[in-house]
């Protein structure tokens, strides 16, 4: 059996409502399962590197 994912990036902004919005949305389209990337800055950077100092304290995701 085929299964239809939507991978749904940081476009929900850690926003219930936004989230929902595209779970609705992707259920009317056909979608089985819907994927949201949650994520930290810190996860991605090494301590050291230039690009975290602009995004400190920055997390995509429910609330940690």
């Known amino acids: 059996m085929v299964k239809f ?3 749904v990036g940081s476009n929900f902004n850690e926003s219930l ?3 929902l919005k595209y779970v609705r949305r ?4 056909g979608v089985d399962i ?16 230039p690009l975290l100092r602009n995004t ?6 429910p609330s940690p």
């Open 26 to 29: 992707c259920a009317e389209i």
């Open 17 to 19: 409502e936004e989230a």
């Open 5 to 7: 994912i939507a991978d």
């Open 56 to 61: 400190k304290g920055t997390y995509m995701g």
């Open 34 to 49: 819907v994927k949201f990337q949650c994520w930290r800055a810190e996860d991605l950077f090494a301590p050291e590197h």
